[in-house]
T-cell receptor, first 108, second 114 residues
Framework: AQRVTQPEKLLSVFKGAPVELKCNYS??????LFWYVQYSRQRLQLLLR??SRESIKGFTADLNKGETSFHLKKPFAQEEDSAMYYC??????????FGKGTLLTVNP | GAGVSQSPSNKVTEKGKDVELRCDPI?????LYWYRQSLGQGLEFLIY????????KSGLPSDRFSAERTGGSVSTLTIQRTQQEDSAVYLC????????????FGPGTRLTVT
């Protein structure tokens, strides 16, 4: 079955420190992976997708098929990065399966 | 409108009552999704529409839940005989359709069943 695991419910770092939000997936087919973010009092929005291979707001994520991972990284965290982050797996023709999310807090 | 809209933003209802939640997707988006967001549970898929048809209702938790979409646009999620465990944020998303397409989310409806 398709599954997305985000092992950390909560992650707290200091401003300027590196941050890594972990995501592992389970899917027998060719996966498409996404990171969505929800800032306080805002709606859920796409942060980045693996096919784009781009950096958004300093965040990057590399798909590692061998380790079935799609960890989100940023070398220097900012206070405005504090938010709930969801990893999502696209499969089938339209399905998106989300992880349970990691709440990132960046302390000053 | 620029984005997906949902109404009401908050709904408090008594156990056993029926509720209707509305979603207005982005114009031109053929695909529409309903999710339920519970604390600590992430986003739970409920139903998917392509146009007016719902080829995937696999996520609806019970037959108390139903949804329809009309005119390839507005969708309504109905919960009959609400229970306390139905309390959650119900999110609607729309996309141009097809795998890998970005889903655009609405602000959600927070449902509280007392």
């Amino acid at each position: 079955a398709q599954r997305v695991t985000q092992p950390e419910k909560l992650l707290s770092v200091f401003k300027g420190a590196p941050v890594e939000l972990k995501c592992n997936y389970s899917y027998s087919g060719s996966p498409e992976l996404f990171w969505y973010v929800q800032y306080s009092r805002q709606r859920l929005q796409l942060l980045l997708r693996h096919i784009s291979r781009e950096s958004i707001k300093g965040f990057t994520a590399d798909l590692n098929k061998g380790e079935t991972s799609f960890h989100l990284k940023k070398p220097f965290a900012q206070e405005e990065d504090s938010a709930m982050y969801y990893c999502a797996l696209g499969w089938g023709n339209y399905k998106l399966t989300f992880g349970k999310g990691t709440l990132l807090t960046v302390n000053p | 409108g620029a984005g997906v809209s949902q109404s009401p933003s908050n709904k408090v209802t008594e156990k056993g009552k029926d509720v209707e939640l509305r979603c207005d997707p982005i114009s031109g988006h053929t695909a529409l999704y309903w999710y339920r967001q519970s604390l600590g549970q992430g986003l739970e898929f409920l139903i998917y529409f392509q146009g007016n048809s719902a080829p995937d209702k696999s996520g609806l938790p019970s037959d108390r839940f139903s949804a329809e979409r009309t005119g390839g646009s507005v969708s309504t999620l109905t919960i009959q005989r609400t229970q306390q465990e139905d309390s959650a944020v119900y999110l609607c998303a729309s996309s141009l359709g097809g795998r890998g397409r970005e889903q655009y989310f609405g602000p959600g409806t927070r449902l509280t069943v007392t």
